[in-house]
């Protein structure tokens, strides 16, 4: 029996901000900081806090529905949810549950969370294209979802407070078989990589957590390692799928890295060799959202029509862990 070869599509791309601003100056009211300290160190002019009676859920849910909004999909036809999160509704069960119950699919589909911080997303986006590579499922909604301004964040630590926010994104992949695909050569994944080195995990963690201790905990952070450490692996996931694609950094169109710091985007552009201008840049805008970096990212880019048909996008994160990957899309 001649099993089709598939490729994975990406149909839909989303994303959702809460209303809410909090600007760098209400900040420097409440801390001992300033606008122009949070702006020059990293590029982040304000970021959007969730309201009380919104959840990761709920944030994740409008990020979904503009996702399949721009697919033009139908909520029955997704055959799974991959959620990443670092922020997830409750301990369990998986936020991507919850999403599935709101978004009114009432057939059983497999629905579960990714926990790889930063990098979530790409993690995620790697967990679905093997599912759809192989066949398994014909249409899945990834989600990055996140609230850092609830629980996790120590809002009287200046170092780590003010470079988190809120917000969520989505991607509607879907798959095809090859000789369909060839008749319409477009918007597609080339490949996809992730990777972990757990010697760094006490450099990007929470001190708590329901296996450790009896309370969620704070983000803590040495910023410097975490500087230094996502440049270099950043820069050299996209090395290594441009390499084994046999492709070049002159050949990437845009650049969407994890949203973090405009100095750590601007340490991996320079590393690859990547003009300014082919950088997707939104931090200023909402701050670093985790897992919900990348699909906000590229779903901006879309608006504002910085992609055409045929372009090469490389995407790419690094979180906690250390958790790392990026992916090639053909768009
Ligand atoms: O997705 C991964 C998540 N995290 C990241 O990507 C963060 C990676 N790290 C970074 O982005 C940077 O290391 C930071 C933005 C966190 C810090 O920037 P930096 O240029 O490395 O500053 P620094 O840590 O060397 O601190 C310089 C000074 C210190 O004061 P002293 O010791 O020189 O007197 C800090 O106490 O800046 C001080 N500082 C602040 N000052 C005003 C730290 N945070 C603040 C603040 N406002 N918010």
């Given amino acids: 029996m001649r099993v089709p070869k598939m490729r994975v599509r ?10 809410r601003v909090l600007t760098n100056t209400e900040l420097s009211r409440s801390l001992d900081t300033s606008d122009e300290w949070i ?14 009676d919104e959840c990761t859920s709920d944030l994740a849910l409008h990020a979904s529905r503009a996702a399949l909004g721009q697919s033009s999909r139908s909520v029955d036809e997704i055959d799974a949810i991959v959620l990443a999160t670092t922020t997830p509704e ?6 991507a549950a919850r999403l599935q119950h709101k978004l009114g699919i009432s057939r059983s ?10 990098a979530g997303f790409v993690f995620a986006l ?3 294209w093997n599912m759809l590579l192989l066949g398994q499922v014909r249409c899945v909604l990834v989600v990055g979802s996140e609230i850092y301004s609830r629980s996790i964040i120590d809002w009287q630590d200046r170092s780590t407070c003010v470079l988190f926010g809120d917000g969520a994104g989505a991607f509607i992949l879907e798959s095809i078989e090859e000789d369909a695909f060839s008749k319409n050569p477009c918007g597609y994944i080339l490949d996809v990589m992730t990777s972990t080195d757990g010697s760094f995990y006490d450099m990007l963690y929470i001190d708590g ?10 983000l803590k952070m040495n910023g410097s390692v975490v ?3 996502g440049i270099a692996k950043m820069a050299n996931s996209v090395t290594e799928l441009l390499s084994r694609n046999n492709l070049r950094a002159e050949d990437i169109s845009l650049l969407v890295p994890h949203q973090a710091n405009q100095r750590i985007m601007d340490g991996v552009a320079r590393k690859l060799g990547v003009l300014q201008e082919r950088v997707v840049s939104t931090v200023g805008e909402h701050g670093n959202i985790s897992a919900a970096t990348i699909p906000a990212a590229l779903s901006h880019a879309c608006a504002e029509g910085m992609v055409k048909r045929g372009d090469l996008i490389a995407i790419t994160a690094m979180g906690g862990g250390f958790s790392w990957g990026g992916a090639l899309i053909r768009w």
């Avoid at 589909?109 to 930063?118: E, F, G, L, N, S």
């Avoid at 957590?209 to 704070?218: I, M």
Wanted: hydrophobic content about 30%; glycine content about 10%.
């Fill in 10 to 19: 990406v149909c839909g791309v989303g994303s959702y901000l809460p209303k």
């Fill in 39 to 52: 702006r020059v160190r990293t590029g982040i002019r304000q970021r959007h806090i969730a309201a009380d």
């Fill in 90 to 95: 409750n301990t369990f069960p998986a936020t």
């Fill in 109 to 118: 589909i497999p629905c579960h969370d990714v926990q790889a911080v930063c």
């Fill in 126 to 128: 790697h967990s679905a």
């Fill in 209 to 218: 957590g329901a296996g450790s201790s009896t309370n969620v905990g704070h």
């Fill in 227 to 229: 500087f230094r450490e």
